[in-house]
């Protein structure tokens, strides 16, 4: 003679007398709603239901996390690959100062390449201690991914030289250097 698992639970000291009556008396109530052809709600399928949807959320945030942190690194990887394609390599003897966040920070470069720097032809760009002297519209593309990589970028603006005129009658000395 087979027993119910509620009979082999009871025996064994595992449910007592009242937990099998308890589930008999359930068991019993949902099958007779199930007959008469209400809807019997299973907490057991509801919490499952429950579980499944918070898993489903937690993994959509978790794979929105990866997919941030993935374009992240390619926008990264992006602009090293501007700045090596593009870094003008030549250095000089020029001590060229420019502020960064509060900092002055100081490049050697030729006079030509300072000229260009002051007119905004050239930008310094770079991350902590790598600096960088690229054309102005590769800074450009750097600073639409990512401003924090571009450290100086000078634009020339007609204003200034329209101040200045003002004393361009007066001859400035080659030895003296700002």
Not at 2 to 9: P, Y
């Amino acid at each position: 003679m087979a027993k119910s698992l509620q009979e082999q639970l009871r025996q064994a000291g595992i449910a007592s007398q009242k937990q099998v009556v308890k589930a008999r008396k359930a068991q019993n109530t949902k099958e007779k709603m199930q007959r008469k052809g209400v809807a019997v709600e299973d907490e057991t399928a509801n919490l499952i239901k429950q579980h499944d949807a918070e898993k489903l959320e937690r993994d959509r945030i978790l794979n929105e996390e990866k997919h941030r942190a993935s374009e992240l690194r390619a926008i990264q990887a992006q602009i090293q690959q501007l700045i090596e394609m593009n870094t003008v390599e030549e250095r000089g003897d020029v001590d060229f100062r420019f502020d960064t966040n509060g900092v002055i920070r100081s490049l050697m470069v030729t006079e030509e390449l300072r000229r260009a720097l002051v007119r905004g032809s050239l930008a310094i760009v770079g991350k902590d201690t790598t600096l960088s002297v690229v054309p102005a519209k590769v800074a450009n593309k750097i600073s639409e991914r990512d401003e924090s990589w571009v450290l100086l970028m000078n634009t020339s603006t007609e204003s200034a030289t329209e101040v200045d005129d003002e004393y361009a009658g007066y001859e400035v000395p080659d030895d003296l250097m700002w």
